[in-house]
């Protein structure tokens, strides 16, 4: 189902157009994520020299992949490290 505020928008990845749907306020968000994934794709293909686009997209969804997984795992570090000195200063009072 398509809500109302819904755009349809076309964003052109490694030389092909490609059609989303989205919230008007994400449209700038999912550009820019477009505009970042085409960037990379053609960073990747420029260092493998060979790479075809598949395997430059899937590249790339591996190295993002591996970067959210980090950034995840960082900030669950973080949220133990919070929750621990909580309950330190809940001890201490």
Same mark, same amino acid.
């Given at each position: 189902?398509?809500?109302?505020?819904?755009?349809?928008? +076309?964003i052109?990845?490694?030389g092909?157009?490609?059609?989303?749907?989205? +919230?008007? @306020?994400?449209?700038?968000? /999912?550009?820019?994520?477009? +505009? &970042?994934?085409?960037?990379?794709?053609?960073?990747?293909?420029?260092?493998?020299?060979?790479?075809?686009? @598949?395997?430059?997209?899937?590249?790339?969804?591996?190295? !993002?992949s591996?970067? /959210? !997984?980090?950034? &995840?795992?960082?900030? @669950? +570090?973080?949220? /133990?490290g919070?929750? *621990? /000195?909580?309950?330190?200063?809940? &001890? *201490?009072l």
């Amino acid at each position: 189902m398509i809500k109302e505020d819904s755009k349809s928008i +076309s964003i052109e990845i490694m030389g092909k157009q490609h059609q989303f749907t989205c +919230s008007a @306020e994400q449209t700038e968000d /999912l550009n820019q994520a477009a +505009s &970042n994934l085409a960037a990379m794709c053609k960073d990747i293909k420029k260092q493998a020299g060979n790479a075809n686009s @598949e395997r430059a997209l899937l590249v790339a969804a591996i190295n !993002l992949s591996h970067s /959210l !997984l980090m950034a &995840n795992n960082k900030i @669950e +570090s973080y949220q /133990l490290g919070q929750d *621990a /000195l909580i309950s330190t200063l809940k &001890n *201490a009072l």
